[in-house]
Nanobody, 128 residues
Framework: HLQLVESGGGMVQPGGSLRLSCEASGFTLESGLDYYTIGWFRQAPGKEREGVLC????????IYADSAKGRFTITSDNAKNTVYLQMIGLKPEDTAVYYCAATYGPHCSLHKNAFDYWGQGTQVTVSS
């Protein structure tokens, strides 16, 4: 049973940067992080959880929401079983709880129902 733990959230001024981490554990012997599609989602108060970006299992493709293009980047470190969300040029509207999610296989999606495993979330607040 895959487990995900996010970290790295906090408060930052507009225009600032943050790097969120998503550490995975609980792999079976036949799989590793690279076999899983990883998505980053966020949920602001009173709003639906929305997909921000996704990197496919096998790392052959990625999908970026319009809000993330040019500002957010997803990378992974298989040796550390960790996926990172690097965010620059943060805006107040980026304020939300950020979640990482995973599903086994190569198909990327920004739909929350496509993912089977979720972390507990980490708060990001962008404010002056």
């Amino acid at each position: 049973h895959l487990q995900l733990v996010e970290s790295g959230g906090g408060m930052v001024q507009p225009g600032g940067s943050l790097r969120l981490s998503c550490e995975a554990s609980g792999f079976t012997l036949e799989s590793g992080l690279d076999y899983y599609t990883i998505g980053w989602f966020r949920q602001a108060p009173g709003k639906e959880r929305e997909g921000v970006l996704c990197i496919s299992g096998g790392r052959g493709s990625a999908i970026y929401a319009d809000s993330a293009k040019g500002r957010f980047t997803i990378t992974s470190d298989n040796a550390k079983n960790t996926v990172y969300l690097q965010m620059i040029g943060l805006k107040p509207e980026d304020t939300a709880v950020y979640y990482c999610a995973a599903t086994y296989g190569p198909h990327c999606s920004l739909h929350k129902n496509a993912f089977d495993y979720w972390g507990q979330g980490t708060q990001v607040t962008v404010s002056s």
